[in-house]
C-alpha cells in the first residue's frame, strides 16, 4: 500500500480540483453514534440535486515548515470565514496521519451553497462530501492509488463520514445506506453504498420540497443531539426498530408500495423527534408551524388519496416528498395552504438526483 508521502526532491505542480456534491434526506435516520463517527443504526437516504456545494480545492508545495498544521486559506462564498475554516482546519488536521501528503502541500478551498446560508438548510452532507471528493481526487492524481470507481467512492464516503457522518450517503446517485444490516449485501459502519438499483424507478422521479418553517439556527446541535442518545433510555429499542424498519422500507421501495413506504417515512421522522423530547435534558427542535404543516399534509392525503408524504431533519423544517407525477397538484397545495407556515415564504424545491460531479 502506497505511504501517500510527496517526494520532496521532485515538487508538485500546482494545481486544483473541483467537486459539487449535494445533501441528502435520511428517510430511516442516523441518529446516535460510537467511536469516530460509528452509527448505532443503519440509515437509508435519498440523494438530493438543487441543494448542492461547490467546492474548489487549490494545492501547491507548501513554502511554510511544517508546525504540525496543515496550511489552509479558506473562503466561503469569496469571504474569508474563521469558524468555517477552523471546522476544516480541524478535519484535514484528523487525516493527516493516513494521509501525511496534507501536510506536505498548501491548500487554498473556495466554497459555496447554492441555496441561502441561512436558509437553516443543512450543509454539512453537501460540504463534507464535496470536500471529501476533492482530497480523493487529489490522492489519486499524486499517487494513482483511487483509479478504480468503486475504491474512489468507498474512500470518499469514509471520508465524508469522517468530516459529518451523515455525509457519506451523498456520494451515490438516487439512494444510499450507511451501516452494516442484513438486507443489503456489502453495507458497512465504514461507509455507504449505493442502494438506487435495489429501489423502485418511481423513487428516482421523487420531489423534495423543504418548506423552511424557521431559519434560525438549532438551539441544540446534531453533534450534542447524537451525544445524549447515550443517556437516552429509549435508546436501545431505537436502534432495533431502526435496523427492523431498514428492511421493511426495503422492501417497500423494491416493491413501489408507497402506502408502506409513506407510514414507515413518516414515523421515522416523528421518532427522531420523539426521541429528542425524551432526552435528558429535554428539547424540542419542531415548531407550532410544523406540526401545523404535518396535520395538513395528513388532511390533504386522506382527501385526494395523493401519495405526499412529511419527513423532517433535525430541525424545525419539513420536507415534503411525493413522485413527480402528482407535483402540479402539490405545489398547489403547497401554495394555497402551505406556505403560509414558512419564514419568508421560502420554500427549497429539490427532487432526487444522480450525484455529485466533478467539475
Ligand atoms: O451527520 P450529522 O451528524 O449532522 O447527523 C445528521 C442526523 C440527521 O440528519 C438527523 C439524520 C440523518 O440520518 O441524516
Known amino acids: 500500500m502506497s505511504r501517500l508521502i510527496l517526494d520532496s526532491?521532485?515538487?508538485?505542480?500546482?494545481?486544483?480540483?473541483?467537486?459539487?456534491?449535494?445533501?441528502?434526506?435520511?428517510?430511516?435516520?442516523?441518529?446516535?453514534?460510537?467511536?469516530?463517527?460509528?452509527?448505532?443504526?443503519?440509515?437509508?437516504?435519498?440523494?438530493?440535486?438543487a441543494s448542492f456545494t461547490d467546492t474548489l480545492l487549490e494545492y501547491a508545495p507548501r513554502e511554510t515548515p511544517d508546525d504540525g498544521q496543515v496550511e489552509l486559506d479558506f473562503f466561503f462564498h469569496e469571504q474569508e470565514n474563521e469558524a468555517f475554516r477552523t471546522k476544516i482546519l480541524e478535519f484535514l488536521n484528523s487525516l493527516a496521519p493516513t494521509m501525511p501528503f496534507l501536510k506536505?502541500?498548501?491548500?487554498?478551498?473556495?466554497?459555496?451553497?447554492?441555496?441561502?446560508?441561512?436558509?437553516?438548510?443543512?450543509?454539512?452532507?453537501?460540504?463534507?462530501?464535496?470536500?471529501?471528493?476533492?482530497?480523493?481526487?487529489?490522492?489519486?492524481?499524486l499517487f494513482g492509488t483511487l483509479r478504480d470507481a468503486d475504491a474512489f467512492d468507498q474512500k470518499a464516503s469514509v471520508l465524508a463520514r469522517l468530516g459529518s457522518g451523515s455525509a457519506c450517503r451523498s456520494i451515490f446517485p438516487h439512494a444510499a445506506v450507511?451501516?452494516?444490516?442484513?438486507?443489503?449485501?456489502?453495507?458497512?459502519?465504514?461507509?455507504?453504498?449505493?442502494?438506487?438499483?435495489?429501489?423502485?424507478?418511481?423513487?428516482?422521479?421523487?420531489?423534495?420540497?423543504?418548506?423552511?418553517?424557521?431559519?434560525?439556527?438549532k438551539s441544540v446541535s446534531s453533534r450534542a443531539g447524537h451525544a445524549l442518545m447515550d443517556g437516552n433510555p429509549y435508546a436501545e429499542p431505537r436502534y432495533a426498530q431502526a435496523r427492523a424498519r431498514m428492511g421493511a422500507l426495503l422492501e417497500a421501495m423494491k416493491s413501489?408500495?408507497?402506502?408502506?413506504?409513506?407510514k414507515i417515512v413518516e414515523d421515522e421522522a416523528l421518532t427522531l423527534h420523539a426521541l429528542m423530547m425524551c432526552s435528558n435534558p429535554s428539547y424540542t427542535l419542531m415548531r407550532p408551524d410544523s406540526l401545523a404543516i404535518i396535520e395538513k399534509v395528513r388532511q390533504y392525503r386522506a382527501d385526494?388519496?395523493?401519495p405526499v408524504y412529511f419527513t423532517l431533519d433535525a430541525g424545525p423544517n419539513v420536507h415534503l416528498i411525493y413522485p413527480g407525477d402528482i407535483i402540479t397538484d402539490v405545489r398547489k397545495f403547497i401554495d394555497d395552504h402551505l406556505l403560509e407556515h414558512c419564514e419568508d415564504n421560502?420554500?427549497?424545491?429539490?427532487?432526487?438526483?444522480?450525484?455529485?460531479e466533478e467539475k
Open 9 to 49: 526532491s521532485n515538487p508538485v505542480a500546482p494545481g486544483q480540483v473541483i467537486w459539487r456534491s449535494p445533501s441528502n434526506i435520511a428517510l430511516v435516520k442516523y441518529w446516535g453514534k460510537h467511536g469516530i463517527q460509528l452509527p448505532r443504526n443503519p440509515s437509508l437516504s435519498l440523494t438530493l440535486a
Open 104 to 141: 506536505q502541500l498548501k491548500f487554498t478551498i473556495r466554497t459555496g451553497n447554492s441555496f441561502p446560508h441561512s436558509a437553516g438548510i443543512a450543509s454539512s452532507a453537501s460540504a463534507m462530501s464535496a470536500l471529501a471528493l476533492c482530497l480523493c481526487s487529489l490522492e489519486d492524481r
Open 178 to 217: 450507511w451501516g452494516a444490516t442484513q438486507f443489503v449485501p456489502g453495507s458497512s459502519d465504514d461507509f455507504a453504498v449505493p442502494v438506487g438499483d435495489l429501489i423502485n424507478p418511481v423513487f428516482k422521479d421523487f420531489h423534495d420540497d423543504i418548506l423552511i418553517v424557521s431559519r434560525e439556527e
Open 256 to 262: 413501489g408500495d408507497l402506502a408502506t413506504f409513506g
Open 304 to 306: 385526494t388519496g395523493n
Open 346 to 356: 421560502y420554500v427549497q424545491q429539490d427532487w432526487v438526483g444522480e450525484g455529485p
